[in-house]
């Protein structure tokens, strides 16, 4: 009754009737939006209130009409309110990659009408099925319209990649049989978007092209260089990174008698956030991919959301090709990992030169945007992982670094986390301290030995525990005329939960140091044997 109308529920009053294809465009609009409910027989504006509905008195039959009519499990209940009968109908939503249509129109819900679906909402529901457009056949095409200097960039990287040498007499039409780029005698889309020339892909398929520009500053206004890359992938990979290499300041830093040398962007990152950008990009959307570089930041744009599934909370652990041909390809000759581990390594790679981990701000369901800062956060934190040895950090996995990093940025750690916690602390890279919800974690004392801030790991680990106690009875001594409350206890010992200072309050009690008189927030605590100068226990 107080939840907010929308896609996902719709109130009718239908007092006397309902008309029942309003009911199935309703449930339609419901299903293409995820499912929900339609509830007839209660106002719609709030605040709501039960006026009863005598709409569909055989609701069975309805069931079963809208079943017939939408080919969907639709169900129903009835509620038998005081203030009269409620019917709910309850709408699975749409099967994958299948909208749902009535009277020819795909139904949707936009405010309080409904319209038909847009083009791009239908594109992105039939898109759920998984088709690859890079493995359909683009028509018109032959040998001609690709670059045979692509074609054998790719086979020099497919025989490194395999050691297979017999792919060097190959001919270049059954090179391209074998990797599937050539399928029954017809160029894949994938052919086209990595080996194809500049005429063949304005002709037949123009958003596939990367453009890159170059800004100083943030600020709005012409790029300062810019170049459009129409052409087949393996035509100008190299070339682009070049580009981006050329303003790729290093940063210095002192490590002892050594300096440290870290670019702003790192190769193994860039390379694998364009590769991300050409394989899971949408190529049925009419936009390019863009790589914006500024001194200390890159923004790479592809057209397209998120592949169905993936979020940017799951993008770590889930893999799902947009165009598995192009990938397919990618993975022959080593580009990716077949593992799909490009993303995993964007921010293991990140973290271990303490720059911020790669985000996703501005990302919607039309494009994706990943933003790179490649700004050295923490110098010393490097001079750490050095420490910990890269033996050690080879066996991280990525579960690691990402706890790592929240670790040495003092951020909590999420639950899906916790259980890599114990790991951390056997490999001697963290330390815990505290019991149960006070527990905590921190850099191990080696870090802070290191960066010279002994006193900074005193303070995050806290005092030992009968130092604590110690600090809690000189406060108690210094107010014996008054007495100590609870609050001011806690004052004493601000790194602690109320939790722990009560505990360790409760261990002085036990050990006859102190006692309390008075309950609840007013209770006051006073040293033993001073009876001469604080108030008598109570009996």
């Avoid at 309003?22 to 299903?31: D, N, W």
């Avoid at 087949?232 to 790729?248: K, P, Q």
């Avoid at 919607?364 to 933003?371: F, G």
Wanted: glycine content about 8%; overall charge positive; aromatic content about 10%.
């Amino acid at each position: 009754m107080t939840s907010k109308e929308g896609e996902h529920l719709e109130f009718k009053e239908a007092k006397k009737s309902f008309h029942f294809n309003t009911l199935v465009e309703y449930c339609a609009a419901m299903a293409n939006e995820g499912g929900g409910k339609v509830v007839l027989g209660v106002t719609d504006k709030r605040p709501r209130s039960v006026v009863g509905s005598q709409a569909f008195k055989q609701p069975e039959r309805t069931r079963f009409g809208l079943i017939e009519q939408l080919h969907l499990n639709i169900d129903f209940s009835l509620v038998n309110h005081p203030e009269g009968r409620v019917l709910i109908f309850y709408v699975p939503t749409h099967p994958i990659g299948n909208p749902i249509k009535y009277k020819g129109v795909y139904w949707h819900r936009q405010g309080d009408s409904l319209i038909a679906m847009s083009e791009d909402r239908l594109r992105g529901i039939f898109a759920e099925a998984g088709h690859d457009f890079s493995a359909d056949i683009c028509a018109s095409t032959t040998m001609d319209d690709l670059d045979t200097g692509a074609i054998e960039n790719f086979r020099k990287r497919w025989i490194n990649k395999s050691g297979n040498q017999g792919l060097t007499t190959l001919t270049r039409k059954q090179l391209l049989n074998d990797a599937e780029a050539l399928v029954d005698g017809g160029l894949t889309y994938a052919a086209l978007i990595l080996f194809g020339t500049r005429k063949a892909l304005g002709r037949h398929l123009a958003q596939a092209e990367v453009i890159f520009e170059y800004r100083p500053s943030a600020a709005s206004g012409p790029a300062q260089q810019r170049k459009e890359f129409r052409q087949g992938f393996f035509s100008f990979y190299d070339e682009l990174w070049n580009l981006i290499n050329l303003r790729n300041d290093i940063q210095h830093f002192q490590s002892g008698l050594f300096v440290l040398d870290i670019p702003t962007f790192s190769e193994r990152v860039v390379r694998e956030a364009v590769l991300n950008a050409v394989s899971h990009r949408d190529y049925q959307l009419g936009g390019s991919v863009f790589v914006r570089q500024q001194p200390r930041r890159l923004i790479l744009e592809s057209p397209g959301g998120f592949p169905v599934g993936i979020t940017e909370q799951n993008i770590l652990d889930r893999q799902a090709p947009r165009n598995r041909r192009i990938a397919d390809i990618f993975a022959k000759c080593g580009l990716v990992e077949r593992s799909g581990q490009g993303m995993n390594l964007m921010f293991e790679l990140s973290i271990q030169e303490s720059k911020p981990m790669p985000d996703f701000t501005g990302t919607d369901q039309y494009q994706v945007i990943l933003n790179l800062n490649g700004e050295v956060q923490d110098p010393r934190f490097l001079q750490f992982l050095e420490k910990v040895g890269w033996e050690t950090l080879d066996l991280f996995s990525t579960a690691d670094f990402l706890l790592l990093d929240y670790i040495h940025r003092e951020c909590k750690v999420p639950n899906q986390l916790q259980n890599r916690l114990q790991s951390l602390v056997e490999k001697g890279v963290v330390e815990r301290f505290g019991r149960g919800r006070g527990v905590k974690y921190i850099l191990s004392r080696r870090y802070y030995k290191m960066v010279n801030e002994k006193g900074a790991y005193t303070r995050k680990k806290g005092l030992d525990r009968e130092t604590n106690k110690s600090l809690l009875l000189k406060h108690i001594e210094e107010n014996v005329r008054t007495g100590s409350r609870l609050k001011e206890l806690m004052q004493v010992l601000p790194a602690l939960s109320k939790d722990q200072v009560q505990k360790l309050v409760a261990e002085l009690k036990k050990e006859g140091k102190i006692y309390k008189i008075g309950a609840t927030k007013a209770a006051l605590w006073y040293l033993e044997n001073t009876e001469s100068i604080a108030p008598l226990k109570k009996k």
